[in-house]
């Protein structure tokens, strides 16, 4: 958790993601439209991907990728987000 802690401190927006992943590809061009500038970690290319996929998975995130925090807090893999952009829309 601590490792999660301090990749996303100072960070309005951070996803964890991997290069391979659609739904990744996906979460990062979504919140990109939002006009946010997303600090994006690609688990499959940085030296402590595989430590920082178990500590997501740790907090909850099932699966691990994609992951998106704003302001520091988790708000979830794929499904959060799209129902977030989904009540957006409707209301």
């Known amino acids: 958790m601590d490792v999660v802690t301090r990749m996303v401190a100072d960070r309005p927006v951070v996803i964890f993601s991997r290069t391979t992943c659609c739904m990744s590809h996906t979460i ?43 302001r520091q807090q988790l708000v979830g893999g794929p499904n959060q987000v799209m129902s977030l952009q989904l009540r957006n829309h409707c209301s």
């Open 28 to 70: 990062k061009t979504l919140i990109s439209e939002f006009g946010a500038n997303p600090t994006v970690y690609e688990l499959d290319e940085i030296p402590n991907g595989q430590q920082v996929e178990r500590a997501l998975q740790q907090i909850g995130c099932n699966p691990s990728v994609p992951a998106v925090f704003i």
